[in-house]
């Protein structure tokens, strides 16, 4: 295990990476999540080896969809979850198949395009361990990305892009408890097609069937490549 690691206490949970996306934004000819970074990795390869690292004898499922063999022959010992409907969907759509289909317990989600410090998921434990639903955010910055508020006792009240009075933005590294995994299949069903799966931890939210705590990694790395620009500070913050 890597210098400054603890073991998780519990089984490791689950972990689905959203990876159907066009995305159409970098612009590349190939799923975004195989972008390579200054090291030769691509950002899954990252991810990869990260979450082997982090959350050992986890099992790992991918949801393909745009030009889905280039990633299945990268990846051949993941379990693939194939969002047939990518070109017509968004995220909500696509972490809905995969809690249907990943085995029962917690589940770790991230979007295929993060590239994050190790360290990231270390902080997850104690919500691993107690079973505590959450996403992952950083305070230092408030972009055009997927921000978020408070209640007064500290959970989640508010998660789109068009919060305003924001404390911070998520970064794409998420959390689902076992007993929670049923609101959230309701409410990711219950979205548009074109919604993001923060509006089905939104809207649960509202309905008062999920309590969603957000943990604080600013001071850690993690980017979100959705741009050129994106990808040229995610390989400046983890440059070798």
Request: aromatic content about 8%.
């Amino acid at each position: 295990m890597t210098a400054g690691l603890q073991p998780l206490g519990t089984p490791s949970p689950s972990v689905v990476i959203l990876a159907a996306g066009l995305g159409t934004r970098l612009g590349r000819p190939f799923p975004k999540p195989l972008t390579e970074m200054e090291d030769g990795r691509s950002i899954m390869q990252r991810q990869w080896e990260t979450l082997r690292t982090a959350l050992p004898g986890c099992q790992i499922h991918i949801v393909v969809g745009f030009k889905k063999e280039l990633v299945m022959e990268a990846f051949p010992d993941a379990l693939f979850i194939y969002n047939s409907d990518y070109s017509e969907t968004n995220t909500s759509k696509s972490l809905l198949r995969a809690l249907r289909a990943a085995h029962s317990g917690g589940v770790v989600w991230l979007n295929g395009d993060v590239v994050f410090d190790e360290q990231v998921l270390t902080i997850l434990y104690p919500c691993f361990e107690a079973e505590r639903t959450a996403v992952c955010v950083n305070t230092a910055r408030v972009a055009e990305e997927v921000k978020y508020t408070l209640t007064d006792d500290g959970y989640v009240r508010e998660l789109s892009k068009s919060v305003q009075g924001a404390l911070g933005e998520a970064v794409g590294i998420n959390f689902v408890a076992a007993r929670d995994r049923a609101a959230l299949i309701r409410h990711l069903d219950a979205c548009d097609d074109s919604g993001y799966f923060e509006r089905g931890i939104e809207t649960a939210i509202v309905a008062g069937e999920l309590k969603v705590t957000a943990v604080d990694i600013t001071g850690y790395g993690a980017v979100e490549v959705d741009t050129a620009e994106d990808l040229a500070a995610a390989t400046a913050a983890f440059r070798s």
